[in-house]
């Protein structure tokens, strides 16, 4: 069973901190991962995705990849209170297949306190 | 860009009746889409995948006779409810893939709330 596995929360950071929001995935061939945001009641929407070994950044954004230790992590720099939602970790566990499916995490809700 | 509808986004239905949700890709021509249920405090799961012009691949303890997925074009799939029932009410996601880019990001659509009474 390919898993992916996020801690569920709250996560509480101060407005202003560093949150760091991990994920790790039992498919080591997995090729492509995702992070999305999701308020209460409404859809995922796409923050970034990733791809290679490293940091990606954008904006107050940095995903972080790690295939050998099979974790990826999130940092939101700066955080507000409006970057309080469940924060989706995905993962394409289907390469080189036809469909695209994404396994999805739980979810870590992330509460920022003004 | 990447923009992806969802039509109705609510619903309140009886119970015994059928109801179509759309989704649609707004900007872009999607050659998969993948519809979603998720309830209160749950994460989504997957409940089939459409591909344009053949069957959907429904996963694993999805009923496919009662949840009809229809992908008529590059821009719309469509699912049916079928002779709902008050445990089907859910938060029904979409999402499609850009067959543009070679890549395998999700774009959600807004969901439809579905309450079947």
């Known amino acids: 069973q390919k898993e992916v596995e996020q801690n569920s929360g709250p996560l509480s950071v101060p407005e202003g901190a560093i949150a760091s929001l991990n994920c790790t995935y039992s498919?080591?061939?997995?090729?492509?991962f995702f992070w999305y945001r999701q308020y209460s009641g409404k859809s995922p929407e796409l923050i970034m995705f990733i791809y290679s070994n490293g940091d990606k950044e954008d904006g107050r954004f940095t995903a972080q990849l790690n295939k050998a230790s099979q974790y990826v992590s999130l940092l939101i720099r700066d955080s507000q209170p409006s970057d309080s939602a469940t924060y989706l970790c995905?993962?394409?566990?289907?390469?080189?297949?036809?469909?695209?499916?994404?396994?999805f995490g739980t979810g870590t809700l992330l509460a920022v306190q003004p | 860009g990447a923009v992806v509808s969802q039509h109705p986004s609510w619903v309140i239905c009886k119970s015994g009746t059928s109801v179509k949700i759309e989704c649609r890709s707004l900007?872009?021509?999607?050659?998969?889409m993948f519809w979603y249920r998720q309830f209160p405090k749950q994460s989504l799961m997957l409940m089939a995948t459409s591909n344009e012009g053949s069957k959907a691949t429904y996963e694993q303890g999805v009923e496919k006779d009662k949840f009809l997925i229809n992908h008529a074009s590059l821009t719309l799939s469509t699912l049916t409810v079928t002779s709902a029932h008050p445990e089907d009410s859910s938060f029904y996601i979409c999402?499609?893939?850009?067959?543009?880019?070679?890549?395998?990001?999700?774009?959600f659509g807004p969901g439809t709330r579905l309450t079947v009474l």
């Open positions: 900007d872009f021509q999607a050659t998969t």
């Open positions: 498919d080591r061939g997995s090729q492509s």
């Open positions: 995905a993962v394409n566990t289907d390469y080189g297949g036809a469909t695209n499916k994404l396994i």
């Open positions: 999402s499609a893939v850009e067959l543009a880019l070679s890549t395998d990001t999700q774009y």
